[in-house]
């Protein structure tokens, strides 16, 4: 197992040179320049993660990894806890939602059982990296040791290393844990440095009664376990939860093996603000999918800053943004790689400067 | 070839069942309600086109309208207007990004002349339904005459019903024609009942001075021509374009037949606006694809009651943004075919009501 502190060192930033030769090639396709927006941005973006101007994103694998949330007992989630155990076999069986659109846009789903609140006997497909039983409640205590941390981003780097090995270039990841955006509302509100208020939604669907009382519990877990912004680690310990430390973990792994990590939606982002603060150069390596319908989002993202490439509404979780962002990511790509230039294809320039 | 007046007749709203019970289908899958945003609208919407709570888009074809215009004269463009004919023999090579993007998603691309300034010595995949070299200014009198505005419109419907016939069952239009911004920017304005100043927008690229004399001469054309924006067949005529009458052909054929017509940008938005002045329920069978960069498609859109499928700051037209959504659709149909109920997988319901 690699130690996080090596994986860590070994990260390096973006290729600078291959984006610069992206955006040139970019700019002499039979088109305007700029005029496929974001398909352009993603395209160099890629170019810079994998090196080479004529990126491709190839063998695609979403981690959709589970935890509980021990803060789910003081009534912040409209769904029952056991809701995460039965998701984890819906996932399993492939009913979910992000089996459907993993399989759309032919990507592999690993489950990851980080910390369901059940014992081990699940079907052979789910990947048992359980570090507890869920997290203890935020509200009355750090939610985890600072080694459970530690275990958690250890499994994620450890899978998405294996995952490369096996030939897989693309990563996302995806959560599920009743309680989970709690949590990523509380590292969102740290880190990110936004009053709670803020960066506290809805999750799954509660009443304003429930959001009052979930905003009174982040704040009051923040003030009572007092986390270190600066302290990655320290923020997953204290306010986070096990599949956020284990998507922190993907991303670092994905990061020092030099492939894009496409980070789904709210919860996935909190595990990227946690990576980011561990590592800043691992920044390069996310591709932030989609924005979320969850207000703590676009601070997350701004955070980090990184623009998202869809808004389609969507405040599932699971990787189900990332699945779709990694269609959008290989047609960026093609467009590098298939189309024709002016030149190539006898098709006059634009008569204005630098369009 | 079918009568403009009996494919009107003959085109009957989205099935409202059919829509109800793909949203009761919604509600009980695996998932918070609505949380797959935009992808469960889009599934219902589609429920109503095909008249099935568990829709398929099934084989896809995007129909790329190029023409000329002769508006270009007044200088309102970045490019010169051959680069409308160099980009059809583009895309009969396959190197436009509509080639690219298409082949991503599996949809077939039919190239259209409807009236490129040239002879028709082109590639056999080129479809020529020329009506003429290019319309005349605008600026200098009707853009085209009443017959050859219903010829556009009849050979558009004449090809969507050929390509039912032959098994597509999505269609999509895009455009290609130099100076066309400028023709989607009156009918816009016109039909919208939009100042030109708010849905004029910088087309390929061109500067301040040029927009300026851009808006001048489509204020000076609209005002010389004065179209009667109830009547979309005399704004077509007057302000319009071949391919703007094609598309909007495509639109209607598409409504007759009971298949979805993605409309692409600004362009084919306005021709959506002229086909949804001439059928009002062929609005129905509309997907709005994308948000163009171009000020005037949101306006356009609005006045269609339209939400846009993605917004990914493009603005290329051809259907490239009508090809990207073809996979939203795609994934959306999936959702409502693939997904296990809550009952089916025995997961637990939210306590939240409606939640």
Redesign the interface.
Known sequence: MRRIEDCIAGVVGADARAKEEAQRLQDI???????????EALSVRLAGVYGTSKPSVGRKVVFTMAADHGVTQEGVS???A??TR??V??FA?G???I???A???GAEVRVVDMGVSCDEDWPTCVICRKVGKGTRSMARGPAMTADEARRCVEAGIELAEMAVDEGFTALAIGDMGIGNTTAASAVTSVIAGKPVRDVTGRG????DT?LNAKVSVIESAIRANSPDPRDGLDVLAKVGGFEIGGMAGVILGGAFRKVPVFVDGFVSGSAALVAGTMCPKSVDYMVASHLS?EPGHAHALAHLGLVP????????GEG?GAA?AF??A??SC??LS???TFE?????????K??
Not at 204 to 207: E, N, W, Y
Not at 309 to 316: H, K
Not at 344 to 352: D, L, Q, W
């Open positions: 396709l039979t088109k305007p320049q700029g005029s496929l927006g974001k398909l409209a769904y029952p056991e809701v039965q998701m076999l819906n069986h009913g979910a939602a089996n459907v659109l399989r759309h846009v799954t669907g509660i009443d429930k319908v490439v869809l808004d389609l509404g969507m405040r599932l189900t779709l269609s959008v290989d047609a093609k467009i298939e189309m024709a190539g294809a006898g098709v006059s320039r634009s008569s204005e630098g369009s």
